[in-house]
């Protein structure tokens, strides 16, 4: 997952910027942070649909069982969202990924109420795609 924080600091790092123009620079800031190992990851068969900007997912499972997460984006904010997302989902099984309660981490954040209709309704086209991509895996 690289450099990306744990859930619980996400959290506690969302709570110290001061506003939310504060807390869009660093959405952005986790994008830049997210890594992409694979270098076809921009294939059709990882596009996520129903987003507004170009969404790419690629999920790989590993021996142990949990779920590896690589995605771009080519909007900066909508990275940085991917970015929140595999931070979510980091080292869960499949179905730990359909039982979680994201919309919990994204009330945390207040990320809902403060992303345009299109980008939430991006964010939810990812988790949708996720879960019911990971389905077929257990």
Not at 45 to 54: A, L, M
Not at 99 to 113: A, G, I, N, P
Not at 125 to 138: E, P, T
Request: proline fraction near 1%; glycine fraction near 6%.
């Amino acid at each position: 997952m690289g450099n990306l924080p744990e859930k619980e600091k996400l959290v506690c790092n969302f709570n110290r910027c001061a506003n939310w123009e504060e807390k869009y620079l660093y959405i952005i800031e986790l994008g830049e942070m997210l890594s992409v190992s694979s270098k076809n990851i921009r294939q059709t068969e990882n596009i996520i649909f129903g987003c507004q900007s170009d969404v790419w997912i690629k999920m790989t499972l590993q021996n142990d069982g949990t779920i590896f997460f690589e995605g771009d984006s080519d909007a900066a904010i909508v990275k940085g969202l991917i970015a929140i997302v595999f931070i979510l989902y980091h080292n869960l099984t499949a179905a730990q990924i359909v039982e979680l309660d994201v919309h919990y981490w994204f009330d945390m954040l207040s990320l809902t109420q403060h992303l345009t209709p299109s980008r939430s309704h991006g964010l939810e086209a990812m988790i949708h795609s996720i879960r019911h991509n990971v389905q077929s895996l257990f």
